[in-house]
């Protein structure tokens, strides 16, 4: 969550174990935004590994 916020994409983890992520704030937005959002989570899995 941390790197993700570092790239201007906020996010929090919900659910029982934490195992759930959540856009915040909830806005609704675009193909275009969801293919920022997918790309940046993509790119800090990598880094983690």
Do not use: Y
């Not at 996010?11 to 029982?16: E, F, H, N, P, R």
């Not at 934490?18 to 790119?43: M, Y």
């Amino acid at each position: 969550m941390n790197r993700m916020r570092e790239r201007r994409v906020l996010i929090s983890a919900a659910g029982i174990h934490g195992n759930t992520l959540k856009i915040r704030p909830p806005l609704p937005f675009g193909r275009e935004h969801a293919d920022i959002f997918l790309k940046t989570l993509e790119d800090v899995l990598h880094e983690t590994n």
